[in-house]
């Protein structure tokens, strides 16, 4: 039994070492900034980099129209962020931010588009963007670097 322990404890060091939560932080960015990127790019006219769709526009007008702004501008915020915020926690700049304001985006698709998606959906985007609001970018993030400049 002794030796059953002695695994179990070194399974644990490995996994709460500080490179395997670096790493797991650089992974929980990278897969919510995939989802809202993935989501941002279905919002933009095919081939081009940032034009807002005619189907966008109307789906905003129709599908999303409780949400309590003008379609119009919940259009182009939801598209720009989708882009903006996915492209800051890659690079794990300003990744609290980046994360509350998508987890903000996911509480605003629960509350007002989907509200039924949240234990099949939003609740694990939601996760993600609380483990990375607590947590941070961790050390392979530029936040990292950004930090000791500031302290130092």
Not at 34 to 47: H, L, M, N, P, Q
Not at 99 to 123: D, K, N
Not at 129 to 134: D, S
Request: hydrophobic letters at 55%; glycine letters at 6%; aromatic letters at 14%.
């Amino acid at each position: 039994m002794k030796q059953m322990y002695a695994w179990y404890d070194r399974a644990v060091a490995l996994a709460s070492n500080c490179m395997m939560q670096n790493l797991t932080l650089l992974f929980t960015r990278i897969v919510l900034a995939g989802v809202f990127w993935r989501s941002g790019r279905t919002k933009v006219d095919e081939g081009s980099w940032f034009s807002i769709s005619e189907s966008t526009h109307f789906l905003f007008q129709e599908e999303y129209k409780n949400v309590p702004l003008p379609s119009y501008l919940a259009a182009v915020m939801a598209t720009v962020s989708e882009h903006l915020f996915p492209i800051l926690l890659l690079f794990g700049l300003f990744t609290r931010l980046s994360a509350l304001a998508l987890l903000g985006m996911t509480l605003v698709i629960q509350i007002f588009v989907y509200p039924e998606a949240w234990w099949q959906v939003h609740s694990l985007w939601a996760a993600l963007a609380l483990v990375l609001i607590v947590r941070g970018g961790g050390s392979v993030a530029l936040d990292a670097p950004l930090m000791r400049r500031r302290t130092a």
